[in-house]
């Protein structure tokens, strides 16, 4: 799976939009955004996923660029529940694309109240 | 609300001595992964199994991790022996194996192994 870079941390605050953002220069043409995130003492979950359009859903928004070498998801008012290391993830399909997942190091996000 | 389970939740053992995690996937999923998270290494994929299929265990210790599905509701993975560097959190993750790109992946809650 082709390479990501997030940044370490960020802060923002309660019920104020986060943006977080990844760079993915290397996406192949056919691999798909995915982000993950986790919890404090929690596993894993999944948030949203992308492709080439952006895409919303219960959780957040992926805002994909127009290049696909770098995408943001956006969470539209944080709130302290949010805080939580987010993980943006590339996946090439292939066999069903039922492959592990490649973590990276994530963004540690850190909500202040 | 169908969920990932794993037992035990948290496991001390001494170094040398046998440890069994235990995974029951979400009823349907087909696809069960084996994770492990340290703070040093993040998350690693150890194995994964389609169909009840090994298919990668390239990630996983050979010597001493072994990983298995005896039935569709049941995944375990072996340390034997354990030694203090197999100390870390092991998630287990199901999937169903659909569109390509596409398998969201449930994690259980993770069992914390801690090796004396």
């Known amino acids: 799976d082709a390479k990501t870079t997030q940044p370490n941390s960020m802060e923002s605050n309660e019920e104020e939009p986060v943006h977080l953002p990844c760079n993915h220069s290397t996406i192949s043409g056919t691999d798909y955004i995915h982000w993950y995130r986790q919890l404090p003492s929690q596993g894993p979950e999944y948030v949203i996923h992308?492709?080439?359009s952006n895409v919303n859903n219960r959780m957040a928004s992926l805002a994909i660029a127009e290049d696909r070498k770098s995408s943001t998801l956006i969470l539209h008012r944080a709130t302290l529940r949010d805080a939580a290391v987010y993980y943006c993830?590339?996946?090439?399909?292939?066999?069903?694309?039922?492959?592990?997942?490649?973590f990276g190091k994530g963004t540690h996000l850190i909500i202040q109240p | 609300d169908a969920r990932v389970t794993q037992t035990p939740r948290h496991k001390v053992t001494e170094m040398g001595q046998e440890v069994t995690m235990r995974c029951q996937p979400i009823l349907g999923h087909n696809t069960v992964f084996w994770y492990r998270q340290t703070m040093m290494q993040g998350l690693e994929l150890l194995a994964y199994f389609r169909n009840r299929a090994p298919l990668d265990d390239s990630g996983m210790p050979k010597d001493r991790f072994s990983a298995e599905m005896p039935d569709a509701t049941l995944a375990t993975l072996k340390i034997q022996p354990s030694e203090p560097r197999d100390s870390a959190v092991y998630f287990c993750a199901s999937g169903l194996n659909g569109l390509a790109g596409y398998n969201e992946q449930f994690f259980g809650p993770g069992t914390r192994l801690t090796v004396l």
């Open positions: 993830i590339l996946r090439t399909p292939g066999g069903g694309g039922a492959d592990g997942l490649t």
């Open positions: 992308g492709l080439t």
